[in-house]
């Protein structure tokens, strides 16, 4: 029954988005329905259980956080700092914002009207300060951080270990001086075609070719395995 | 359903929908089917019928050749290097949900993953970023302990939520990595620009790694700081090839024939384009 019912859901579901790709959208498929309802009808049921699922997430993050705290494991603090950012987010944003709101009238009882602007998600809000100062700023680190990583992996990367590695070495150095306008300057002077045979034959040739190579067999692999599920010769994907 | 009917069911949906598509476009033109997909439709009925032609060889006991996949076979290697030294093995099924195929490929592939640290009783640790991925992950660790009969060591904070925000998530793993220094790490699925923010900071730990995606934009990322890469369809490919079971072989040795087959369609195509003669051609390859 545990694989048999997943089984015949995602035929179902697999089969009827295959097949009404196929078809006008805006035909008729039952009743009123249009194919085009049919199909947001199936993606809108994704969302439902997904909506569900969060659930589950917010539990998770939980128990594992607390549990950490609770024992004074090695790190205890910032698991701590974890759980009290998941409710200073969560619960101001949850609040309702005025009295006819669900909840407002009990809640306005207890805490004053005025205070109302600091719930929700609208600007202004501790929801909306906490995203602004905290955690975009903080996204924004990580991402800058890449560059560094980028620079000690292109160390290692480029290393002339071997005639591979060399080539390697060489095609980057061309394409890291093309990428730059004094690069560019330094080789019109052997050229003024330089830099276009470089965009031509390396990055328009050479990248470009490899590069569809592998999404041509992505896309194949994606469509095989697709293909296995719906038809129920793939069961990995639930631990069979 | 009864296996006969379950045979040629598939097939049988396959003619109608052919069959379909070229009586309605001659009576209603394209008001019920959409014609211009006639070319998706045709390869899609190819690509079908191999996949089911040779899954029904490997099922006759047909033998199959498949290509030695290093990065694959690196997987029970590196779980293997984690026992030994008895610390964990980290698992990432990328940071996309579960509508994305490379994350149900992922999370097949965790599967077999858990299957072999059942089995040698290694710790696992799989941070995810969905709940729906959450739910999935949990479920496939807890059936793959149940079938090595190793339900008791099942852990079920192994498979855990980190974060939703895509930095949060990496720089809770990357917490991870430099505290619990796990001997393996593993990443399969949909990465974007944390690749090399995990895959760097897993080298620095000293974990052997072992990555797979299908994103070309990521692969360098991967290459330069991890131990193996699987490529594209090699990431689709690994969970039946870890397998070892003739039927899901018998998938990707369809997969190769229609390979052969769009090769070939290539190279048509750049000689009929060479010659300037190929408009006809590449109309047969638009979609809209």
């Known amino acids: 029954m545990r694989t048999t019912v997943p089984i015949i859901v995602a035929f179902i579901a697999g089969a009827f988005l295959t097949i009404t790709f196929f078809f006008n959208p805006e035909q008729t498929l039952f009743f009123d329905a249009t194919i085009k309802d049919g199909r947001e009808g199936v993606l809108q049921w994704m969302t439902i259980v997904s909506g569900f699922a969060l659930v589950l997430g917010v539990v998770s ?15 205890w603090f910032y698991k701590l700092m974890t759980l009290l950012s998941v409710f200073a987010m969560a619960i101001p944003s949850m609040m309702p914002t005025t009295t006819d709101s669900f909840g407002g009238g009990l809640i306005y009882s207890i805490l004053p009207e005025s205070w109302s602007y600091l719930f929700g998600t ?6 909306d300060w906490l995203f602004e100062y905290l955690d975009s ?8 951080m890449l560059a560094f990583y980028i620079a000690s992996a292109a160390y290692r990367a480029f290393r ?3 005639a591979e590695a060399t080539l390697l070495l060489l095609t980057a150095v061309i394409v890291m001086l093309w990428r730059v306008p004094m690069g560019e300057a330094f080789l019109r002077l052997f050229s003024d075609n330089l830099p276009e045979y470089i ?18 067999g992505a896309a194949l692999g994606a469509a095989s395995m697709s293909l296995r599920i719906i038809l129920g010769i793939e069961r990995t994907y639930m631990g069979k | 359903m009864p296996a006969r009917l379950k045979n040629i069911l598939p097939y049988t949906i396959i003619v109608l929908l052919l069959a379909c598509e070229f009586a309605f476009a001659q009576d209603y033109g394209d008001s019920i089917l959409i014609t211009s997909r006639i070319s998706v439709l045709v390869l899609l009925a190819v690509f079908s019928a191999a996949i089911l032609l040779y899954t029904r060889w490997a099922r006759q006991g047909k033998t199959l050749f498949i290509r030695k996949i290093a990065g694959i076979d690196a997987v029970e290697e590196a779980v293997g290097r984690a026992t030994e030294m008895g610390k964990p093995v980290l698992f990432i099924p990328g940071i996309a949900d579960m509508e994305d195929i490379e994350t149900i490929a992922g ?3 965790l599967g077999r993953v858990a299957k072999i640290t059942a089995q040698y009783d290694t710790p696992l640790a799989v941070p995810v970023r969905y709940p729906m991925v959450l739910a999935a992950a949990q479920e496939v660790v807890e059936q793959s302990y149940v079938e090595m009969g190793k339900a008791d060591s099942y852990d079920k904070d192994s498979v855990r939520y980190v974060a939703g925000e895509q930095f949060a998530f990496t720089a809770t793993v990357n917490g991870m990595m430099m505290r619990e220094r796990p001997a393996a790490n593993i990443y399969m699925g949909a990465f974007f620009a944390e690749s090399l923010l995990l895959a760097e ?3 620095a730990a000293g974990s052997i790694q072992i990555a797979g995606t299908a994103r070309p934009e990521q692969l360098p990322f991967f290459i330069a700081a991890c131990d193996f890469t699987l490529m594209g369809e090699e990431l689709y490919a690994a969970s039946s090839y870890l397998s070892h079971e003739p039927l899901l072989l018998g998938g990707l040795k369809g997969q190769d ?5 769009l090769v070939i369609a290539i190279i048509i195509g750049t000689i009929l384009v060479t010659l300037n003669i190929g408009d006809w051609y590449t109309s047969l390859f638009e979609v809209i």
């Open chain 2, 257 to 261: 024939f229609v390979k052969i087959i």
């Open chain 1, 61 to 75: 993050i939980v128990r594992v956080n607390a549990r950490a705290v609770s024992r004074k494991s090695e790190g």
């Open chain 1, 199 to 216: 965009n031509t034959f390396i990055m328009g040739g050479f990248n470009v070719s490899v590069q569809r190579g592998i999404i041509i």
């Open chain 2, 201 to 203: 900071t897993g080298n």
């Open chain 2, 107 to 109: 999370i097949s592939i």
């Open chain 1, 137 to 144: 700023p903080m996204m924004e680190t990580m991402f800058a």
């Open chain 1, 122 to 127: 609208a600007r202004g809000s501790i929801y």
């Open chain 1, 160 to 162: 002339a270990r071997n």
